[in-house]
């Protein structure tokens, strides 16, 4: 089988990764630089280990996160009101959720397609599809051009080959939320998610990504869709943290260093209902679903996508029957979870929700993250 994947972030890598591995030749074609890749940090939970575990990448990059097993909820002056341990690992011995930087998880999934067989090739971009006969022609913006059994579009929230397929009225809508990101030195008191919340409903979060980083986000609330100017985010950022007494937030404001990646962007969501695909052309990951950020899946979603693909495609003889498939099992997992993120997202937004309803909704996400899929 001849796949091609436009989009190598997490999704089309974990999915480059799987086909090859069983004998597919693959090709994925990323816009960006490879040196553009991110600075933040993520959070892979336990469902997404457990997707990895499958087609063998879920050691390597516990190896190479900090794992971690509670959500530490605590007021804005740092006064802990509630420890939860999440409900399970991978595998006995596992710790339930990782945190890693975006950048060294990109590299190893890159290092692992490539070791399976997958071309993967930077600043590409597919600028023409042409389907007949149960087979997809492309052209490539490096000149090149092939015709494939499969494009996979893996191009993110804002995928290109989705408004070409499914037209226009598909795009991600605006949470209310936009979201800052900043790496720090990882404070002694951080050994999982730990979230400060304020009595109306702000939230500065932290999550460790090795012994020395760890990622403090805040979540703003903002009824427009706003971009913050990119010289003046530290200056944004410490403002926003003002109301925070917490120690570790306090040094993460002290401490605050050019050097470290500061970002805001404005949190967008979207889910598309099944079919994913059409005729030999399917979605996957952010392309068909993304996620508002509260229970840091996404990305696990996205991987999940991936090995599920890989599966229906092993299953079945007809490439369709196996897009069907696909669509169909993976809609109905992700939308209880897009719902619950965007409740937790929603309820931040309304002062008048208490604290542990939001996260009694936070838990029954983790809940239905842990079942089988
Ligand atoms: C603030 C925030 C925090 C988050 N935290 C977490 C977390 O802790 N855990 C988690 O699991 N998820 C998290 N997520 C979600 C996660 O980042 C996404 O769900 C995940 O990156 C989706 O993977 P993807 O491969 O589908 O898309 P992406 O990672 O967006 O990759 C798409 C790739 O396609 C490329 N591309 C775009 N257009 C084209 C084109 N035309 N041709 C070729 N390539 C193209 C892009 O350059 C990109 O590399 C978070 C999201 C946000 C906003």
């Given at each position: 089988m001849r796949v091609i994947i436009a989009g190598g972030g997490i999704g089309g890598l974990t999915l480059a990764?799987?086909?090859?591995?069983?004998?597919?030749?693959?090709?994925?074609?990323?816009?960006?630089?490879?040196?553009?890749?991110?600075?933040t940090g993520i959070t892979l939970l336990e469902n997404a280990l457990r997707a990895l575990d499958r087609i063998g990448l879920a050691d390597?990059?516990?190896?190479s996160g900090s794992g971690w097993s509670v959500v530490s909820t605590r007021d804005a002056a740092g006064t802990v009101l509630h420890d939860q341990a999440l409900p399970k690992a991978y595998k006995p011995?596992?710790?339930?959720?990782?945190?890693i930087m975006r950048t060294h998880l990109g590299e190893l999934l890159e290092e692992h397609a490539r070791a399976s067989g997958a071309s993967i090739a930077f600043e590409t971009t597919i600028e023409r599809v042409e389907q007949r006969d149960g087979a997809v022609s492309v052209a490539l913006s490096d000149g090149d051009s092939g015709t494939y059994d499969l494009l996979v579009a893996a191009d993110g929230a804002y995928s290109r080959t989705?408004?070409?397929?499914?037209?226009?009225d598909r795009r991600p809508v605006y949470s209310g939320q936009g979201v800052w990101r900043y790496t720090i030195p990882r404070?002694?008191?951080?050994?999982?998610l730990t979230l400060h919340r304020t009595s109306d409903g702000e939230v500065v979060g932290a999550l460790p990504?090795?012994?020395?980083?760890?990622?403090?986000?805040?979540?703003?609330?903002?009824a427009e869709h706003v971009h913050m100017p990119p010289e003046r985010l530290g200056e944004l950022l410490r403002d926003r943290l003002a109301p925070f007494s917490a120690p570790m937030i306090r040094d993460a404001v002290e401490g605050m260093d050019a050097s470290r990646h500061i970002s805001f962007r404005p949190i967008d969501h979207v889910l598309l209902p099944a079919p994913w695909h059409q005729g030999r052309v399917v979605l996957l990951?952010?392309?068909a679903h993304a996620l508002t950020p509260q229970l840091t899946s996404g990305g696990g979603m996205a991987i999940e996508d991936a090995v599920v693909l890989c599966e229906e495609l092993d299953a079945h003889e007809d490439v369709e029957a196996a897009l069907e498939a696909y669509g169909t099992r993976r809609a109905e997992r992700v939308r209880p979870i897009?719902?619950?993120?965007?409740?937790?997202?929603?309820?931040?937004?309304?002062a008048a929700i208490p604290d542990e309803q939001t996260v009694g909704i936070m838990m029954n996400g983790y809940a239905l993250l842990a079942q089988p899929f």
């Amino acid at each position: 089988m001849r796949v091609i994947i436009a989009g190598g972030g997490i999704g089309g890598l974990t999915l480059a990764h799987g086909l090859a591995r069983s004998g597919a030749e693959v090709r994925v074609v990323e816009a960006a630089r490879r040196q553009d890749r991110l600075g933040t940090g993520i959070t892979l939970l336990e469902n997404a280990l457990r997707a990895l575990d499958r087609i063998g990448l879920a050691d390597p990059i516990v190896a190479s996160g900090s794992g971690w097993s509670v959500v530490s909820t605590r007021d804005a002056a740092g006064t802990v009101l509630h420890d939860q341990a999440l409900p399970k690992a991978y595998k006995p011995g596992a710790p339930p959720a990782v945190g890693i930087m975006r950048t060294h998880l990109g590299e190893l999934l890159e290092e692992h397609a490539r070791a399976s067989g997958a071309s993967i090739a930077f600043e590409t971009t597919i600028e023409r599809v042409e389907q007949r006969d149960g087979a997809v022609s492309v052209a490539l913006s490096d000149g090149d051009s092939g015709t494939y059994d499969l494009l996979v579009a893996a191009d993110g929230a804002y995928s290109r080959t989705r408004t070409q397929l499914f037209g226009d009225d598909r795009r991600p809508v605006y949470s209310g939320q936009g979201v800052w990101r900043y790496t720090i030195p990882r404070p002694a008191d951080v050994n999982g998610l730990t979230l400060h919340r304020t009595s109306d409903g702000e939230v500065v979060g932290a999550l460790p990504l090795s012994e020395d980083d760890c990622y403090l986000f805040y979540l703003e609330n903002t009824a427009e869709h706003v971009h913050m100017p990119p010289e003046r985010l530290g200056e944004l950022l410490r403002d926003r943290l003002a109301p925070f007494s917490a120690p570790m937030i306090r040094d993460a404001v002290e401490g605050m260093d050019a050097s470290r990646h500061i970002s805001f962007r404005p949190i967008d969501h979207v889910l598309l209902p099944a079919p994913w695909h059409q005729g030999r052309v399917v979605l996957l990951g952010d392309a068909a679903h993304a996620l508002t950020p509260q229970l840091t899946s996404g990305g696990g979603m996205a991987i999940e996508d991936a090995v599920v693909l890989c599966e229906e495609l092993d299953a079945h003889e007809d490439v369709e029957a196996a897009l069907e498939a696909y669509g169909t099992r993976r809609a109905e997992r992700v939308r209880p979870i897009y719902e619950h993120s965007l409740a937790i997202c929603k309820a931040e937004q309304d002062a008048a929700i208490p604290d542990e309803q939001t996260v009694g909704i936070m838990m029954n996400g983790y809940a239905l993250l842990a079942q089988p899929f």
